[in-house]
């Protein structure tokens, strides 16, 4: 008797087989992690060394050569591609094949170290060495903007508040912010009056950080107790910095005041971040390497409904949610299954 004939006369074995069958295929599709890109498995590190001030052909001659040497103790190394910019020089290595990008990363920073001593600036130099990671990939763009007349530095304070908070959804790699504007206190120092009280910009500095710093002053020891003693000098306010003595020669002290202005002003920004013609303030999120990221998705959706009872005065969009397209793709497929199975 054939196959056929055998479905034929057990009808209900067939029927039941079927329903299992779709129950699998369902419960499989259900639970496998979505992604827009099948993963990759890449070794590929970058190693990025500032030298301040440097035109492109001495980055190269004092840095570049040197780690490109250094670099060549490395084993299964597909290539190294090099280039010497003004003020930095940057390396990418791209190893073979299987090879562990931890692992990978790990012997490069052991070679940069090694010639650490070797580069400008010794030790002051801080050599970037990070590896890149093809999973961590953009999920979405989180959009913040105030009302008419809002402060944007509150703006951007609350968006780090809410950076903080995007980065604890279960799924989310690491966070990015761009945009808004930061507090920073400006001293314009005035050269001519430094010269007339013979101050220098090393006495000056100096002088801030002393007087905006926790520094132990001692101790004093008791009967029966002994204490620490600390300076906690901390500057609260403007007038603070103003009132810094900076010197104190010859029965006159010179304030901050005597030889510069203290301004309350912004740090400069580095990046700029507009919603509809308007300044704003945004947050790149990264999603987890073998994660559902439609999951992750849901996740940070419902974190910007809490987020917008929170803040009422904030508009909270979201653009580029890579999520929708996985959705629309994962929709044809089940009716493109769907289809095959009728």
Known sequence: MSLSSRAIDHP????????LVLFLAGY?????PVQRTPAITKAVVIVAIPYPDSLPSEAENDITRKVEEALTELQSVDFIASTSLRGASVTQIIFLD?????EARREVKDLIDRIRNELPFGREVQPSVTDIDFDSAPLMLVTLAGPPGFDERALKKIAEEVEETIAEVDGVANTQLFGGKEREIHVHVNPDLMTQY?????QL?????????????????TSNI??????????RNLNDIREAVVSSSEGRVIYVRDIAQVLDSNRRMLNVAQFDGKQCATILVNKEADINTLGAARAVNRLMDDLRQQYPD????????????IWLMFRVLGSSALFGAM
């Not at 500095?205 to 020891?221: E, T, W, Y």
């Open 98 to 102: 299987g090879v562990d990008p931890d």
């Open 205 to 221: 500095r100096q002088a801030l950080n002393d007087f905006n710093s926790k520094i132990p002053a001692g101790a004093l020891d």
């Open 12 to 19: 209900r074995f067939v029927l039941v087989a079927t329903l």
């Open 314 to 325: 904030i508009t909270f969009s979201i653009s580029r949610d890579t999520s929708k397209e």
């Open 226 to 235: 002994d204490r620490t003693v600390r300076n906690e000098a901390k500057f």
């Open 198 to 202: 013979g101050i220098t910009l090393r």
């Open 28 to 32: 499989a599709a259900l639970s496998t």
